[in-house]
């Protein structure tokens, strides 16, 4: 079946610096959902993007769908502890209309 | 207050009984779901529904019943066929026929 693999699975950043997290397909992409988990809690939406290319911002996060409608990635500027948390990418598995989630990638921040 | 409430919030059963973890939207939405969420992992889709009275299984369905009867409710049970039972459950619930999915506050099930 359809599998979205995300990268990194971890990643340790210092308060200030940058972190990207990476969502990949085998298969062409309808569109892809991106959610924030924050430690005990559960996943909550940000953004969908649709279009080849499409890149949009919230703030300091950046989201881009690659050209081949592929990929898709989230970058956040300027990390701030409040940015802590499991941030998962999604996308429709083919005909059954089901999401197929990301296995996810966890932010920790250091003050 | 529209949105997805799940109950209880933790939930202890011991070894062999049967559980059901309860899952109510007043969000009108047709779509509801079922994940399983372990340590660390990511989110495993148990069971679905597209429609009142009609669902389908999900990747990890084994061990797990649900019923919809009504658009509101969509409630889990977890049998005693299920072997590892321990773990984060979440509920979900959409529009169809894509969309974003809105999520409850979760069960935390532990069987001891």
């Known amino acids: 079946g359809q599998q979205v693999m995300q990268i990194p699975q971890y990643q340790h950043v210092q308060e200030g610096e940058d972190f990207t997290t990476y969502c990949n397909s085998s298969?062409?992409?309808?569109?892809i959902q991106w959610y924030k988990q924050r430690p005990g809690g559960h996943p909550v939406f940000l953004i969908q993007?649709?279009?080849?290319?499409e890149v949009k911002k919230q703030k300091r996060l950046t989201f881009q769908f690659g050209e081949a409608k592929k990929n898709s990635s989230l970058h956040i500027t300027a990390t701030q502890t409040t940015d802590v948390g499991t941030y998962f990418c999604?996308?429709?598995?083919?005909?059954?209309?089901?999401?197929?989630f990301g296995t996810g990638t966890l932010l920790a921040v250091q003050p | 207050d529209g949105g997805i409430t799940q109950s209880p919030k933790y939930l202890f059963r011991k070894e062999g009984q049967n559980v059901t973890l309860s899952c109510e939207q007043n969000?009108?939405?047709?779509?509801m779901y079922w994940y399983r969420q372990d340590p660390g992992q990511g989110l495993r889709l148990i069971y679905y529904?597209?429609?009142?009275?009609?669902?389908q299984k999900g990747d990890i369905a084994e061990g797990y019943s649900v019923s919809r009867e009504k658009k509101e409710s969509f409630p889990l049970t977890v049998t005693s066929a299920q072997k590892n039972p321990t773990a984060f459950y979440l509920c979900?619930?959409?529009?169809?026929?894509?969309?974003?999915?809105?999520f409850g506050p979760g069960t935390r099930l532990t069987v001891l």
């Open positions: 979900a619930s959409s529009i169809p026929p894509s969309s974003t999915q809105y």
């Open positions: 999604a996308a429709l598995g083919g005909a059954t209309n089901k999401l197929i």
């Open positions: 298969t062409t992409l309808s569109n």
């Open positions: 969000l009108n939405h047709d779509a």
């Open positions: 529904s597209q429609i009142v009275n009609d669902f």
């Open positions: 993007l649709v279009k080849s290319g």
